[in-house]
């Protein structure tokens, strides 16, 4: 007589009887291709900061985290619950010990990863917050203006962690070809402001080093807003909105001039820096005219800069 408990237990896969010592993520994929990001995303987790002396409206800033670590062709999925402790782990930490920036959480983060995923070389991790500080408008009105900071870090297992700070800025450009039509046509003389039409430009600055580098992030945002036209403001009285619309007449901008401008001053201001640091400078004009939008990037090292490339 066939013993049928038996047999049924005898048919069950190895790894569902020993889970523990063999889960379903650590078999062999079926296709055998690399992959080189398998992670979570859209991770929401406060975080506080301490940075030096810097000033901030408040500690903690609201975060949203991407983590990744590669998967070997052998192994047929990653430990996606790893990645959740590691970020509950690190985000605990800073309650009672914050970090000086979010590019230093994306730094522990990613090296702890590697920890927890012994069967991948690298690890990657992308962070954003809302970011607020203090500003005057053109007129010295006191005004809080928000910002985006972006922190990324990534760690290839003995042999090198390389970590990013960068900023998303949203000011102001004036057309100078529309500009110098409508004087031409209106035939203006003298130092007077014509008319033009405008665009909301959102400017992007993001510089990658090693990780003993530390740059401010309300550094980046002074270079990318004086490099606009003009800033904008939340809040704008008549005085300081007439004031905002004449300055930016007067220093009009295509979009390769706010990226051009960009990069002109960080050679200025981050010249002791090596020049291996790597950094992407993105501006898109959000066009008032057209149905399109004007778009300009450069990616380069500080090196290919200093040397006028």
Excluded: W
């Excluded at 800033?231 to 300081?240: N, Q, V």
Aim: aromatic residues 4%; hydrophobic residues 35%; proline residues 3%.
């Amino acid at each position: 007589m066939v013993d049928i408990h038996h047999f049924k237990i005898d048919c069950v896969h190895p790894c569902v009887r020993m889970s523990n010592k063999c889960d379903v993520q650590n078999r062999r994929s079926d296709t055998c291709f690399k992959l080189t990001r398998v992670g979570v995303t859209g991770v929401k987790k406060p975080v506080r900061i301490k940075r030096g002396d810097v000033s901030l409206i408040n500690d903690t800033l609201n975060c949203t985290i991407d983590v990744f670590v590669d998967l070997p062709a052998e192994q047929k999925g990653s430990h996606l619950s790893r990645n959740l402790e590691v970020l509950r782990e690190i985000v605990d930490e800073s309650v009672s010990k914050p970090v000086s920036g979010i590019e230093t959480l994306a730094l522990n983060i990613s090296k702890k990863l590697l920890e927890k995923h012994d069967y991948a070389d690298t690890a990657e991790v992308m962070i954003i917050a809302e970011y607020f500080r203090n500003s005057k408008t053109p007129h010295g009105r006191e005004t809080l203006e928000m910002y985006t900071l972006i922190g990324e870090a990534e760690a290839v297992r003995n042999e090198r962690v390389l970590k990013t700070i960068g900023v998303e800025v949203i000011g102001m450009t004036a057309c100078p070809c529309a500009q110098e039509t409508v004087g031409n046509i209106l035939e203006c003389k003298g130092n007077v402001a014509v008319m033009s039409h405008n665009q909301r430009n959102v400017c992007t600055v993001s510089m990658t080093m090693d990780e003993s580098i530390n740059i401010e992030a309300n550094d980046l945002i002074d270079i990318v807003e004086a490099s606009f036209s003009s800033p904008t403001y939340e809040i704008l009285k008549r005085d300081d909105e007439a004031a905002v619309v004449i300055n930016a007449h007067n220093n009009p901008k295509f979009v390769e001039d706010v990226v051009r401008d960009v990069l002109k001053k960080i050679v200025e201001n981050y010249s002791e820096l090596p020049d291996d640091v790597c950094l992407t400078v993105r501006s898109e004009s959000e066009e008032s005219i057209h149905k399109h939008n004007a778009f300009a990037e450069r990616q380069t090292t500080l090196g290919e800069l200093k040397n006028k490339q």
